[in-house]
């Protein structure tokens, strides 16, 4: 029975086998580290990367999963469609039928009115004065919009510590008499680069002062009170709304076109609206028709009106239902940036890799649903940069990984090669699967074969070094070819001899049966070859095969060991050859050998045991002599 292997040295060779591992996994760490910290630093600034032309698209998917919803009943758009546009006789609208509008609105009781149209140019006397009273009459606030160069270090060298925040290089406003008579407020939308609408930045920097935005504005006159800022949201009316870098609204889209109650101009001037529709309501007044221009794309809606987008913004600011993208939450982002990808590594180490893989495939698709199932609730979570971040490293240690194993697997075949040279096949496969196969010696049966050539002395003599050692190189490709065949296993060359073992690396029941035949094929071929080499009847062929329990070990030092079996069995063997010599006969078996064959049919000749006395052995052994006397 086989004992158990040498602790250390089991120890010492795993430890050689993961060090690669170990190091590989380490490094993976490293430029996952790296790679996720240039990758977080510029997203908790908020500035702009690749990474978010990936986001865009899976923030417009996580819109689609997560599907339209009621928008606030408090914000109504009244919309100047193709109707009103009729109905006034001229686009854009005279000043004479915004002025009736605005009455219109507030005698039906609207809370406070946002205008987005661009009052710039200065119209008739009579339009622009009866249009700055109707604005004196009401709580409107009028649009005025921001142009932004390229921010360059001098502009955020004049923004100080508000450099979070857009800085624009010049105001279009409204005409004076315009904005003396109501509240301004910039209805300028920050896109994606794909154009869809993302933010509405609430404050802005121009003119050295602080500019707010419409919905900003409107909300404000509504609650009665200036908005507090905070460092990542607003408060209004004691409603807090979370805000993203730079004091911007991150947009949370409420659906496609008319998800915000929309009603017609034209019907509000004609009073077919009604007025219970308005009565304290918070409107919003902007072209819807599709010939204005202003239009954006969304995530619901390839055309959604600016006015819409605005009116979306301003039911944030009283419901406070934004997408809740604050630095927290960039802080959340940048910390699963940073641990996701540390994880996958660390789980496709493992040496299954495949096994490694797939679990940290699951981590990230459970990241990926988290995420997902977080924006339903209006939480922004980034998508995108945990993906990269974890995509990059992991990809890279997979084909680090991969070309250490192949690396691993050329030498392992190397090793697998130089072990065929010393080793049978079939050790050398158990050797490279098990180096520590046969530390501990095994007790078990075998049969052993011994082959020896009768007259190679003088032949040798006769040759020379150069010629002899050809001839044995023959004589060895004969016999390992034979015993190979088999499943046997040449465990030593004894210069025209050899030991062949039938038994290793695991004893098999026919091993007497192969050790049978082995014997007639090499009497066979060694006979055939000696007669065409060096001439018939020059030399002969002496084989003895014995069956028994032997023990099957290493011998030899720390450094240089070969395997091979000991015991009275292999002794008994080896005297065999003295028996052949004796009788004449190319092949002795003895009887435990018979006795042990599965197919007795296999013998040429009816067995004849006669009892032969063994040198350095008391008990005599009984043999059969098969073949005709050499």
């Known amino acids: 029975?086989?004992?158990?292997?040498?602790?250390?040295?089991?120890?010492?060779?795993?430890?050689?086998?993961?060090?690669?591992?170990?190091?590989?996994?380490?490094?993976?760490?490293?430029?996952?580290?790296?790679?996720?910290?240039?990758?977080?630093?510029?997203?908790?600034?908020?500035?702009?990367?690749?990474?978010?032309?990936?986001?865009?698209?899976?923030?417009?998917?996580?819109?689609?999963?997560?599907?339209?919803?009621?928008?606030?009943?408090?914000?109504?758009?009244?919309?100047?469609?193709?109707?009103?546009?009729?109905?006034?006789?001229?686009?854009?609208?005279?000043?004479?039928?915004?002025?009736?509008?605005?009455?219109?609105?507030?005698?039906?009781?609207?809370?406070?009115?946002?205008?987005?149209?661009?009052?710039?140019?200065?119209?008739?006397?009579?339009?622009?004065?009866?249009?700055?009273?109707?604005?004196?009459?009401?709580?409107?606030?009028?649009?005025?919009?921001?142009?932004?160069?390229?921010?360059?270090?001098?502009?955020?060298?004049?923004?100080?510590?508000?450099?979070?925040?857009?800085?624009?290089?010049?105001?279009?406003?409204?005409?004076?008499?315009?904005?003396?008579?109501?509240?301004?407020?910039?209805?300028?939308?920050?896109?994606?680069?794909?154009?869809?609408?993302?933010?509405?930045?609430?404050?802005?920097?121009?003119?050295?002062?602080?500019?707010?935005?419409?919905?900003?504005?409107?909300?404000?006159?509504?609650?009665?009170?200036?908005?507090?800022?905070?460092?990542?949201?607003?408060?209004?009316?004691?409603?807090?709304?979370?805000?993203?870098?730079?004091?911007?609204?991150?947009?949370?889209?409420?659906?496609?076109?008319?998800?915000?109650?929309?009603?017609?101009?034209?019907?509000?001037?004609?009073?077919?609206?009604?007025?219970?529709?308005?009565?304290?309501?918070?409107?919003?007044?902007?072209?819807?028709?599709?010939?204005?221009?202003?239009?954006?794309?969304?995530?619901?809606?390839?055309?959604?009106?600016?006015?819409?987008?605005?009116?979306?913004?301003?039911?944030?600011?009283?419901a406070g239902d934004a997408l809740v993208r604050t630095a927290t939450v960039r802080r959340i982002d940048a910390g699963i940036a940073l641990l996701l990808p540390a994880l996958a590594i660390l789980l496709v180490a493992f040496r299954r890799v495949a096994l490694g893989l797939g679990l940290a495939c699951l981590l990230v698709a459970l990241t990926a649903g988290a995420v997902t199932g977080l924006f339903a609730y209006g939480i922004w979570l980034s998508l995108a940069l945990p993906l990269a971040a974890v995509a990059v490293p992991v990809l890279a240690y997979l084909g680090a990984r991969l070309w250490l194993d192949r690396r691993q697997a050329v030498r392992l075949t190397r090793d697998r090669d130089a072990l065929l040279r010393f080793h049978p096949p079939a050790v050398a496969a158990r050797l490279a699967r098990e180096p520590d196969f046969l530390v501990v010696p095994v007790e078990q049966a075998a049969a052993v074969l011994f082959v020896d050539l009768s007259g190679f002395t003088g032949l040798s003599e006769r040759l020379g070094p150069a010629s002899t050692r050809a001839l044995l190189k023959d004589m060895h490709d004969i016999v390992e070819d034979a015993a190979t065949l088999r499943d046997g296993s040449v465990t030593s060359f004894m210069g025209d001899g050899a030991m062949i073992l039938f038994g290793l690396p695991e004893a098999r029941p026919d091993d007497p049966d192969r050790a049978l035949a082995t014997a007639r094929d090499l009497a066979a071929r060694l006979a055939a070859w000696l007669d065409r080499e060096i001439g018939p009847g020059q030399g002969g062929v002496r084989i003895g095969v014995h069956s028994g329990p032997v023990v099957v070990s290493r011998l030899g030092g720390t450094r240089n060991q070969h395997i091979t079996a000991t015991g009275d069995t292999v002794n008994v063997t080896s005297r065999l050859l003295d028996i052949a010599k004796a009788e004449g006969a190319p092949i002795v078996l003895t009887g435990d050998l018979i006795a042990a064959l599965h197919r007795p049919s296999s013998l040429p000749e009816p067995p004849v045991l006669t009892a032969r006395a063994v040198r350095g052995r008391a008990r005599p052994i009984t043999v059969h002599c098969l073949g005709a006397p050499v």
């Open 1 to 318: 029975m086989r004992g158990k292997p040498d602790p250390d040295l089991v120890l010492m060779r795993g430890a050689e086998r993961g060090g690669g591992l170990l190091l590989l996994a380490a490094l993976g760490l490293g430029l996952g580290l790296a790679w996720s910290l240039a990758l977080v630093l510029p997203h908790l600034r908020g500035q702009a990367s690749l990474l978010d032309r990936i986001e865009a698209p899976l923030a417009d998917l996580r819109f689609l999963v997560a599907g339209p919803r009621p928008a606030p009943a408090d914000v109504v758009v009244v919309a100047i469609d193709d109707a009103t546009i009729a109905a006034a006789g001229a686009y854009p609208l005279p000043r004479a039928y915004v002025a009736r509008l605005l009455r219109a609105l507030s005698s039906a009781g609207a809370r406070a009115i946002g205008v987005d149209v661009l009052f710039v140019a200065a119209g008739t006397e009579r339009d622009d004065a009866d249009l700055a009273a109707a604005f004196s009459e009401t709580r409107a606030v009028i649009a005025m919009a921001a142009l932004f160069p390229r921010l360059g270090d001098e502009a955020r060298a004049r923004a100080g510590a508000l450099a979070n925040l857009p800085v624009a290089e010049r105001l279009l406003r409204p005409a004076d008499r315009f904005s003396q008579a109501a509240g301004l407020g910039l209805v300028n939308v920050a896109t994606d680069h794909g154009g869809i609408a993302r933010h509405v930045p609430l404050l802005v920097v121009a003119e050295g002062e602080l500019q707010p935005s419409l919905p900003l504005r409107l909300a404000a006159l509504a609650a009665g009170r200036d908005p507090d800022f905070g460092p990542d949201a607003v408060t209004l009316g004691g409603l807090t709304v979370p805000l993203d870098v730079g004091a911007s609204l991150a947009l949370r889209f409420y659906g496609p076109q008319g998800t915000v109650r929309t009603v017609s101009a034209a019907d509000v001037v004609q009073g077919r609206a009604g007025g219970a529709g308005l009565q304290g309501r918070l409107v919003l007044v902007g072209a819807t028709s599709p010939g204005s221009g202003d239009v954006l794309p969304t995530p619901f809606d390839r055309v959604l009106p600016g006015v819409e987008i605005l009116a979306t913004a301003l039911a944030h600011l009283t």
